[in-house]
């Protein structure tokens, strides 16, 4: 809970610290953070659905690497300006994000408890990890659906 209270006082400032001189590279370093975010998620849906072989050491590891990610600072990702109004075609970060800071506390929180969860989990056997990887692809999804565009 710490961490997602800190992300979003940490973006409750970023607006007043005009810290970005080049938005375009805050846009491209948000995405990045969510390919990386994707890429461990997709090998453990993979291995949730029997796409590929379960690998209770590799599970681990994407798991650790996503509770890694939810330690990152990313306040500075979300600089005023970078929303798909200020930047069409660049992002899909809708400006409701700087409008509800509440609610992305409230969706943060849930991913991070599912992130935890998850990580608890993760290594035992392929059951275990496709329950807790469909609670944390609900969190993802409930936090699309409210702060992400479907299209740039």
């Not at 849906?45 to 600072?73: F, P």
């Not at 700087?98 to 943060?108: L, M, N």
């Amino acid at each position: 809970m710490r961490k997602v209270l800190l992300i979003t006082a940490a973006l409750a400032t970023v607006p007043a610290a005009g810290i970005a001189a080049d938005l375009q590279e805050v846009v491209d370093a948000r995405r990045g953070f969510y390919s990386m975010l994707g890429a461990n998620m997709s090998v453990l849906a993979s291995m949730a659905k029997g796409d590929i072989e379960y690998d209770g050491a590799v599970a681990q590891t994407h798991a650790d690497n996503l509770k890694l990610l939810t330690a990152y600072n990313m306040g500075h990702l979300y600089a005023a300006g970078t929303s798909n109004a200020d930047m069409p075609g660049k992002t899909r970060a809708l400006p409701k994000i700087w409008e509800d800071f509440a609610g992305v506390q409230e969706k943060g929180m849930a991913y991070v408890q599912a992130v935890e969860a998850l990580t608890e989990v993760a290594g035992l056997d392929r059951a275990e990890l496709g329950g807790a990887v469909q609670r944390l692809g609900g969190a993802c999804k409930d936090c699309h659906d409210n702060y992400r565009a479907r299209d740039f």
